[in-house]
């Protein structure tokens, strides 16, 4: 999904923008449309496109499956499928994804991920990890993330946007995932803010952990237990116990696949889409109105 810390290849920047995170498959390719039906849909915008991408547009409309399964295309799920409560959502995915430059390659990569059948859901115990937005909330997710990797500080505001824009929809669980071959001291950074949760400082301690990255070593940690004003004696108690909680997390994470930070799951879904908070909320939209 876009830029990455994986556990032993050389490590991307991320990009700081929609374009850079969604082209990473190359360039277009030629498509050869045929009899293409450019009849427009009720309710779709296509005035930011240029020629070129509308065709292309059209063009993915007739290829791409339906997005619930059924034989037909996208465009015929859009259109006569009333039972499809994904295609609206499926066809306007596609749109963004244009608008903000997606090659074709990424774009349909990112399509057959998000609809292809599903395979087994792994379940994660979640009962002592730190959580933002009410537990009984409808959409669930699970975010695998290591504090001195630069994909996870810049994936951190686009999941505090959402967090905001759909607050009461979502719960994130937040599952410690550091890869300490690469970055050393991103156990403790973990370790730290396990023990901030346990005196209610979880979100300023995981602020200030990206904030202050890589400084992450157990001298650096309780100096940031000081500044926000936590029981220093308590503290140092939590974080030498919560080495356990790290290593629990970290099984969790390698026995559902994971293999990167962020690494990002929705309501047990591996969400495969842009890294990007609009994209984010359309999957959360999407699935709010199909249930």
Not at 10 to 31: F, H
Not at 41 to 65: C, E, H, M, R, W
Not at 93 to 105: H, S, T, W
């Amino acid at each position: 999904m876009g830029g990455a810390c994986e556990k032993k290849t050389a490590e991307k920047p991320p990009g700081d923008n929609a374009a850079e995170a969604l082209d990473r498959a190359g360039d277009s390719k030629t498509v050869d449309p045929g009899k293409l039906d450019t009849s427009p849909l009720p309710g779709i915008d296509v005035s930011k496109l240029d020629a070129d991408k509308q065709k292309l547009f059209y063009t993915l409309l007739g290829s791409l499956n339906s997005p619930c399964g059924k034989s037909h295309s996208l465009r015929t799920s859009f259109s006569t499928d009333q039972s499809c409560k994904r295609a609206p959502f499926a066809v306007r995915y596609v749109l963004a994804m244009l608008e903000d430059e997606a090659a074709e390659p990424t774009l349909r990569e990112y399509y057959t991920s998000k609809y292809a059948p599903k395979g087994k859901q792994p379940k994660f115990d979640v009962a002592r990890a730190p959580h933002e937005g009410n537990e009984d909330a409808p959409i669930k997710i699970y975010e695998f993330y290591d504090y001195e990797c630069p994909h996870c500080e810049h994936f951190k505001k686009e999941m505090d946007q959402v967090l905001s824009d759909r607050a009461g929809k979502i719960v994130t669980y937040f599952m410690q995932f550091p890869l300490e071959q690469r970055h050393p001291d991103s156990r403790s950074a973990a370790q730290a803010a396990l023990a901030a949760e346990l005196q209610g400082k979880f979100k300023p301690m995981h602020d200030l952990l990206f904030a202050k990255t890589p400084m992450h070593t157990h001298e650096a940690v309780t100096g940031y237990a000081k500044e926000l004003g936590l029981d220093a004696a308590k503290f140092e108690t939590d974080y030498a116990a919560a080495t356990g909680h790290v290593t629990l997390d970290q099984k969790q994470g390698e026995d559902a696949g994971v293999d990167s930070t962020p690494y990002i799951f929705f309501n047990n879904q591996h969400y495969s889409g842009p890294p990007i908070a609009r994209y984010l909320e359309m999957w959360i939209d999407e699935e709010l109105a199909a249930k």
